[in-house]
């Protein structure tokens, strides 16, 4: 081993620990990224990579669109609606009201992608309904956070438009390639979640009169009546794109059917206009900041992989050893998000220097890089630092490590079933 590879190496495992440490994962990529570059005597690749990765007009588009949709929808309460349209039928279905909740939170997820504001539009309504149907508070925080798989049916999330850049397809091609999946992995976790809820017998009938003193968590972020206009706002993007996708010779992007969205958002709640294209714009800017920063970063990371040889090697050995390129993607990117609670930066930065390649070792680039992306999602689902999980913590009262050791067991196997059918 050389003094390059010696020194990227050492590198890999600091930016690993400090991402642990849950340093700032922007800083940590590209200063690990610039060291690594630096030190091959290559310092301009590092930068010409940074220059690359935030003029990516593809990833700024559709990104920072969906961003400003979604704080839109939280803006105008449309999201809020949509949970109350959702959770009201759900009335008193004993140990089958888990499974039926999930159902629910997976359909809120594909309109409401963002895994904590999911967690913060429907927990504070759909635990108190879980509790005080003698639901224990940490499987009831389990449900919720475990439900945000199908977010990947949303052509608006940042993995499933960077996959399909890569890739060279579109992203509902991409989401058409992998849908039937996806749908099994959903219902497949709420299959899990609901055995393990019985297996440590996190549910029992609550005797009359014993609701009110089980469910004083209130479920007051809700309007007492469900306008449907509002509650169909944040699903109307959606809907727009699996239209024009499946229905039409039209193409339609991303942004211009958040736009639609935003509009009759804006229409429907006749809120101040002012005020919505401000929420538009800030939110557009928070998405360029927290996503593509993220992305932006991870570039100049295996930029710096690739300077210092690093990238070249892990292909040759992924060439000539094909079967550890689905254990890179899958277990990698699943360990990352346990270890950081997050699955982003270790899935892009996966996708970003190794994906490319996947060809070269028996893989197609559509199945390695969505193999990465539900990895790393398995993985934060499994992390006590998750940001929704530690949400649905507190509003259920309870210890993340709670909530975790009924999340892991299932996002375990779901890791292990994607190895062998993504």
């Not at 390129?325 to 346990?338: E, I, K, T």
Request: glycine share 8%; with cysteine.
């Amino acid at each position: 081993m050389n003094f390059q590879l010696a020194m990227a190496l050492v590198i890999v495992l600091g930016a690993i620990y400090c991402l642990a440490k849950r340093y700032e994962a922007r800083l940590v990529l590209i200063t690990a990224g610039l060291l690594m570059a630096a030190l091959s005597l290559s310092p301009m690749t590092a930068f010409q990579q940074f220059d690359k990765s935030m003029t990516n007009a593809s990833l700024i588009i559709a990104i920072c669109s969906a961003m400003g949709f979604a704080g839109v929808v939280s803006l105008t309460k449309c999201d809020v609606h949509l949970v109350l349209l959702l959770t009201r039928p759900l009335g008193r279905l004993g140990v089958l009201l888990l499974p039926a909740g999930m159902l629910v939170t997976s359909l809120c997820a594909v309109a409401i992608p963002s895994t904590a504001g999911l967690c913060a539009a429907i927990a504070p309504t759909l635990i108190p309904i879980l509790v005080r149907a003698g639901f224990k508070p940490a499987i009831a925080a389990a449900a919720v956070v475990c439900s945000t798989t199908p977010a990947l049916y949303n052509p608006g999330v940042a993995h499933n438009v960077f996959v399909a850049k890569i890739a060279g397809i579109g992203v509902m091609d991409l989401i058409g390639l992998f849908s039937v999946k996806l749908l099994v992995f959903s219902l497949l976790v709420i299959v899990g979640i609901t055995l393990v809820c019985l297996i440590y017998r996190d549910y029992k009938k609550p005797e009359a009169g014993a609701a009110a003193e089980a469910g004083e968590l209130k479920a007051s972020n809700l309007p007492e009546r469900v306008n449907v206009l509002y509650a169909v706002a944040p699903l109307v993007p959606v809907a727009l794109l699996i239209y024009v996708s499946l229905c039409t010779s039209m193409k339609m992007s991303v942004a211009t059917a958040m736009l639609i969205g935003t509009i009759y958002a804006l229409a429907v709640t006749r809120s101040n206009p002012a005020e919505v294209t401000k929420r538009f714009f800030n939110d557009m800017g928070k998405g360029y900041a927290n996503i593509l920063g993220i992305i932006i970063a991870a570039g100049v990371f295996a930029a710096g992989l690739r300077a210092a040889g690093v990238i070249d090697l892990l292909i040759n050995w992924l060439t000539s050893a094909n079967e550890w390129a689905r254990v890179g993607g899958s277990v990698g990117p699943y360990l990352m998000g346990v270890i950081t609670g997050s699955g982003d930066a270790a899935a892009f930065a996966f996708n970003e220097a190794v994906t490319p390649h996947a060809k070269q070792f028996g893989m197609t680039i559509e199945s390695l890089g969505y193999l990465a992306t539900v990895a790393g999602s398995f993985g934060r689902l499994s992390s006590p630092l998750c940001g929704g999980l530690i949400l649905v913590a507190g509003i259920a009262g309870v210890s993340p490590m709670d909530i975790v050791r009924r999340t892991f067991p299932v996002m375990l196997v779901m890791l292990v079933l994607a190895y062998f059918f993504i």
